[in-house]
């Protein structure tokens, strides 16, 4: 009798794994947070790191893909999403951080990829030619 019971157990493991696992499967995201910002950012990057792993904090203003505005206190959060280039495309305003941080995530995972700056192609220099003088 307890057979069945486990082979349930393991295929309706086998059946929700594949959709957790999905769920994690984000490209790479780095968030620069603004300097104002006056939440907490290790309580910004634990959730971070529960809701969605592929998105990370970085200090570094040349690598980030966004920049993360986040103001408020416990029972009112608001959050704001600058693309590069300060066009503001995404807030939120949620009572509990956790659900500021989930609004983020899904906005960010569910956006186009931001555009990258081209890089400067260089054609490779003729070589200068010269004659002859003899």
């Not at 999905?22 to 490209?27: H, L, P």
Request: proline residues 7%.
């Amino acid at each position: 009798m307890k057979r069945p019971i486990v082979w349930r157990a393991v295929l309706l493991f086998a059946g929700v794994a594949p959709v957790a696992i999905a769920q994690y499967t984000g490209r790479p995201l780095k968030l620069l947070l603004d300097r104002r910002s006056t939440v907490d950012q290790v309580a910004i990057l634990k959730h971070l790191g529960q809701k969605c792993p592929n998105i990370t904090l970085t200090t570094n203003v040349e690598q980030s893909d966004y920049m993360l505005s986040a103001w408020g206190w416990s029972g009112s959060y608001r959050f704001m999403i600058s693309a590069k280039g300060g066009e503001k495309i995404f807030g939120t305003q949620t009572v509990y951080l956790s659900n500021a941080v989930k609004d983020v995530c899904h906005f960010l995972n569910t956006r186009p990829q931001p555009h990258t700056r081209p890089q400067p192609h260089t054609q490779p220099q003729d070589r200068p030619q010269y004659q002859n003088e003899s």
